[in-house]
């Protein structure tokens, strides 16, 4: 990590504005808290993707509370093209006083220069293909120049480079690493499958009750029999069974967390900007 942080000290002088992408559900652990070091006396946006996984009335908080914070910041579904459309404008926007210092000092049409930032699999790369799309028309790397860097042209006004920053995903708590784990962003062969659902199932059971009932159909072990009974109690109605008909606890708890991750428990925000 020394070495990517090194290489985005470096980027990081050549572009105007940083795009810190954070996962929607979890706003605040997927976002790493040396960026602001890093990214000092740049235009700042933060875009909240994978919105369409995330409870909105949640995602509508953190936006709010960003913007308070002095970020310029969208709403973006990667993966359909939802709300990709604005980030330019909202590029412009973050950067309204350089593009207007330009003009004073008589330089027109200098696009500004962005990067894309974030922790593994935030949506980085899928960004980068909606935002560019067909446009994706590589320059910098003309011919004599062998060390530019590769810029991507989304038009007269934005420069994106092409290469994402990646930042490490915050461990500041151990909240911070469960969430981190709930959406998969921790490699899971470390993790154990049990506890991670019984906690995911202990908190979604707290903050989103009836999503829970009406996916495993387990009225009757909410909420009062405990986390634990209620993988079992999934285990069965799954028919996650080992010989003997013993709960398989193991395949339930991979099955909910599948389920989760693929929204089909729905759209779930495991923080709150009023926590963090
Ligand atoms: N549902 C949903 N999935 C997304 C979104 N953005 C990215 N993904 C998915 O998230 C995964 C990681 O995306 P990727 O672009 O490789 O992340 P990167 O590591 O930051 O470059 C892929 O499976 C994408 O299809 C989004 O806005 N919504
Ligand atoms: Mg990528």
Redesign the pocket.
Known sequence: MAKAKRQMQEDIKLIDVVVE?VD?RIPFSSKNPDIDGIAKGKSRVILL?????ADPAVTALWKARYEKDGFFTAL?????G?GVKTVEEIILKACAEKIERDLKRGIKNRPVRAMIV?????????????LAGKAIAKTGNKPGVTKGKQWIRLNKNVELLDT?G?LWPKFESVECGKRLSWIGSINDDILVPEEMATDLLNYITANYPDMIRGKYDVAESLPDDGPGALLARIAEKRGCLKKGGVPDYTRAANLVLDDFRS?RIGRISLERPEEA
């Open positions: 992408l929607a993707n994978k919105a369409d996984m973006v579904n990667s993966r359909s939802n974030g922790i593994p699999n935030v949506g980085k790369s899928t960004f980068i293909n909606s994402p990646i929204v």
